[in-house]
């Protein structure tokens, strides 16, 4: 078997794309494969047209996890990178990953076929994943305050059983020493046995402010939020004899009355 274009000379083998045998001297090894000196610079041709822009494929990946390989030809694998991105790593992976698919693309390691079946799937995959990412910020709206207000219902429910609890020692305090009250709260914690056995007075307690105002004939003591709104809604007032008041901490003091009940230890 003689090559085509030298008939003095054995063929080493066929042209990968035209099929015509060619000798060592008219053959071009790219990758294993033999083509000649013809059809290789038509098929080098072709892949400078399909060349990738790896920096793209990396954006776009950054941006969407799969949809650099979507851009690189692969849908199946874009797919498995999207469905596994909440694993971060998988998310990671594919922006490296889209971005040397390009570079090997362009240098005709990888033959890219193009498919409008592809370019379907590369639409339907960036509004699918919008608006996935619409339905997370809808979630997130709703859930956050609702979050945030829990927390603050947990926070109040907590700073009024510490008001309770520093009135029920106080007036413990006043029952064993002829209804004369503490002037300071550390009577309350030096006391054998303590009669309280945490300090609160001008401490930030789960988002309250305590303020205590000690006095030989009655006591009071206000907790208010540390952020109006944010930490609590309301200013809670225990006062000598257990009465328990509370108002709105956006509300000006004098103009709101006080809703107050009798604290029964």
Not at 115 to 140: D, E, N, R, Y
């Amino acid at each position: 078997m003689k090559c085509v274009n030298h008939n003095d000379k054995d063929a080493l083998g066929a042209c990968n794309f035209c099929a015509k045998k060619i000798c060592p001297e008219c053959a071009v090894d790219l990758k294993g494969e033999i083509y000649c000196k013809d059809c290789i610079a038509i098929k080098m041709g072709a892949a400078k047209k399909q060349e990738h822009s790896a920096s793209l494929a990396a954006i776009l990946s950054f941006f969407v996890a799969g949809l650099g390989q979507m851009y690189n030809g692969q849908a199946w694998k874009g797919l498995l990178i999207f469905v596994t991105s909440l694993l971060f790593v998988p998310w990671v992976i594919g922006i490296f990953d889209a971005y040397f698919t390009a570079k090997k693309i362009n240098r005709g390691e990888i033959v890219l076929k193009k498919k409008t079946g592809c370019l379907i799937a590369l639409v339907v995959w960036v509004f699918v994943s919008w608006v996935m990412i619409l339905i997370l910020i809808i979630f997130a709206a709703i859930a956050i305050p609702a979050f945030m207000t829990t927390r603050m219902r947990a926070a109040e429910n907590a700073t009024v059983t510490a008001l309770k609890s520093i009135s029920s020692a106080l007036e413990s305090y006043a029952g064993k020493n002829n209804n004369v009250y503490p002037e300071s709260e550390s009577s309350l914690l030096n006391a054998q046995p303590p009669h309280l056995y945490t300090p609160h007075n001008n401490r930030k307690i789960s988002g309250y402010l305590f303020i205590e105002e000690l006095k030989p004939s009655g006591y009071k003591i206000t907790a208010s939020p540390v952020e109006c709104g944010v930490t609590g809604e309301k200013i809670y007032t225990i006062e000598t004899g257990g009465k328990f008041s509370e108002r709105n901490c956006a509300a000006p003091d004098i103009k709101y009355p006080y809703v107050v009940e009798e604290y029964k230890d």
